[in-house]
């Protein structure tokens, strides 16, 4: 008996242009939370960053160019990859976190959403093309896909765009050591109702979110350095404490999702993971691995693409998966058949998996 099955049918993303090394910040003055000035000196500092996160580089935002900007760049590229008319497009969602920035300013705008923005430009007519934004930290982009294989598998929609893009170099402290961390970026996927005799595209998912003390592992909060201004917030974060809930709690969401889906982590042939660590999310994905008693992590399961484009919050999944699907990383490729695990974890606390089957 045939079902319905969300399948992927395209992908775009948009990488900034400008490129910021780890040299580049030579001349900030970190300050510890309490506002202390760090005695150590920042070229060590900049040394501990690279080897705890392995982000050499990242990409920020062209001074004309804003979140939603991105959301559409990425959108447009999505459309044409997938070959389709704009107008049949049901819905558009947006995962994002701060709106749009404008450049000087820390005044975040989602009024009208992102979405509506991105529909506005890409010249969308169809009325009943909904565009509407969600916020869900760093695995909005992912709860997005979740959302519209709802309205899928439900039969309120045959196509559905969503798009995770985030503006975070202009949010992000320049007197706090996490600001290294941060990226900007889109990446934008079209899911498609499908009818098949056999389980394709999402097979299933699973999300959680923690409150009760973690929910302020994430927050706006003023600088680290008392001189700025007291009306400043920038994005801050318990580093530490998010990595250990990320290394107890991500591995459990993944293995309750393949157990929803039937399919064993052998079967699996990609992890595209959030890309906010490289150390923690290789002991995530160790983690992961031993849950099926396995000790030896198989070679190119896990892509990583953080020590060139940082961490683009919503942004480096879908940007991920599309850099796979075009060929721009090499020793990766998804061929029909595979299996891919997408996974999250971020502000809320939140964490999230989608296991997705390639159609044949």
């Known amino acids: 008996m045939k079902k319905t099955y969300s399948v992927i049918i395209g992908t775009g993303s948009y990488i900034p242009e400008r490129v910021v090394v780890n040299a580049d910040f030579m001349d900030h003055h970190f300050y510890d939370k309490e506002g202390t000035k760090f005695e150590t000196g920042t070229d060590t500092i900049i040394q501990k960053f690279t080897e705890i996160t392995e982000i050499e580089e990242r990409r920020h935002v062209e001074e004309d160019k804003n979140t939603s900007d991105l959301a559409f760049h990425a959108a447009e590229r999505c459309i044409e990859n997938a070959g ?22 820390l005044q975040t705008d989602i009024l009208p959403s992102l979405a509506s923005r991105v ?10 093309t909904v565009a509407y934004d ?6 909005g982009w992912v709860q997005g896909l979740i959302q519209a294989n709802y309205y899928i598998r439900s039969g309120d929609a045959k196509r559905v765009m969503v798009i995770g893009a985030d503006v975070l170099s202009r949010i992000s402290d320049p007197h706090d050591r996490d600001s290294m961390i ?24 699973n999300t959680r979110t923690d409150a009760n003390g973690m929910t302020y592992s994430l927050y706006l909060g003023k ?18 404490k998010i990595y250990e809930y990320a290394l107890k709690n991500v ?4 293995k309750e999702g393949l157990e929803k889906a039937e399919v064993d982590i052998k079967q699996v ?3 595209l993971i959030h890309q906010a660590n490289a150390k923690m999310d290789d002991a995530i994905l160790k983690r992961l691995m031993r849950l099926y008693n396995i000790k030896e992590v198989p070679e190119n399961i896990m892509p990583m693409t953080i020590a060139k484009l940082g961490n683009s919050s919503v942004a480096t999944v879908p940007t991920l998966l599309d850099l796979i ?36």
């Open 269 to 271: 042939s990609k992890v």
């Open 251 to 254: 591995p459990g969401v993944v």
């Open 223 to 240: 600088s680290f350095n008392v001189q700025h201004p007291e009306q400043n917030m920038y994005i801050k974060m318990n580093g530490h």
């Open 84 to 105: 389709i008319d704009k107008e049949t497009l049901d819905y558009i969602i947006v995962a994002h976190n701060f709106g749009d920035i404008m450049k000087g300013s």
């Open 325 to 360: 699907l075009r060929g721009n990383m090499p020793g990766h490729k998804l061929s029909a058949g595979d299996i891919a695990v997408f996974t999250s974890v971020g502000a809320g606390m939140n964490i999230n998996c989608i296991v997705y089957k390639f159609p044949e």
């Open 134 to 139: 969600t916020v869900f930290g760093c695995p």
């Open 119 to 128: 529909k506005e430009k890409l010249g969308i007519i169809n009325h009943k």
């Open 182 to 205: 941060y990226a900007d970026g889109a990446g934008a996927a079209i899911l498609e109702a499908r009818e098949s005799d056999t389980p394709v595209g999402i097979l299933a998912h």
